[in-house]
């Protein structure tokens, strides 16, 4: 069964630390690998899409890393700020094209970041 | 637009009782998306548009579920005779035609709707 899951489900960290959120996926075929940042009240928002050759790519603070081998993902937030509070999202897509419906997205972890 | 708008924001509605939600893509985007979200839960596929199209209503959950879209434009989700289990926030999202491999393309979310059914 094709299913994505994120840990921790919620992370709370003071402002300035740097903070690591996990993903998993049982997904097959794998085609790509994206996190979103949902903050409270919105829509998500893209912040990294990784294929299968990429192992690394930064947005600003954030930083994501993908084992292909494992299945595992990582999202890495450098100097955390206030506004980083959010849900942080895993979606991993099915296959090599196709209908949208083979996104398979992660519940997300929330994270609260103190003063 | 600046970006996908979604209304109404907030809709509270009686048991059995139809509801209409609305999107405005970006646009330009050809493409349309709707996807559930129930609290604590992971966002769910409804349907996918291709123009007017709807190549994939896989996650449409019954047939109490209704999407159209006219001009490439605007589109609109009906729930029909709604029931508790429908309360959750509905999000679309659009983006450009679908390039290759199509799975890589960036969506960009609205608002949502949040659906209250009492």
């Known amino acids: 069964k094709n299913q994505v899951e994120q840990s921790p489900q919620s992370l709370i960290i003071l402002e300035g630390k740097n903070c690591t959120l996990q993903?998993?996926?049982?997904?097959?075929?794998?085609?790509?690998l994206r996190w979103y940042k949902q903050d409270t009240g919105r829509g998500p928002v893209s912040l990294t899409i990784?294929?299968?050759?990429?192992n690394t790519k930064s947005n600003g603070r954030y930083t994501a890393t993908l084992d292909a081998d494992t299945k595992q993902s990582s999202l890495h937030i450098t100097a955390s700020q206030l506004s980083d509070s959010a849900s942080y999202i895993c979606v991993v897509s099915v296959g090599y094209g196709g209908s949208q419906g083979n996104l398979i997205f992660g519940k997300g972890t929330k994270l609260s970041v103190k003063p | 637009g600046a970006g996908v708008s979604q209304s109404p924001s907030n809709k509270v509605t009686e048991k059995g009782k139809d509801v209409e939600l609305r999107c405005d893509p970006i646009s330009g985007h050809t493409a349309l998306y709707w996807y559930r979200q129930r609290l604590g839960q992971g966002l769910e596929f409804l349907i996918y548009?291709?123009?007017?199209?709807?190549?994939?209503k896989s996650g449409l959950p019954s047939d109490r579920f209704s999407a159209e879209r006219t001009g490439e434009s605007v589109s609109t989700l009906t729930i029909q005779r709604t029931q508790q289990e429908d309360s959750a926030v509905y999000l679309c999202?659009?983006?450009?035609?679908?390039?290759?491999?199509?799975?890589?393309?960036?969506?960009?979310f609205g608002p949502g709707t949040r659906l209250l059914v009492l």
């Open positions: 548009f291709q123009g007017n199209s709807a190549p994939d």
């Open positions: 993903c998993n996926y049982t997904v097959s075929p794998f085609s790509n």
């Open positions: 990784m294929t299968f050759s990429e």
């Open positions: 999202a659009s983006s450009l035609a679908p390039g290759q491999p199509r799975n890589q393309e960036t969506q960009y």
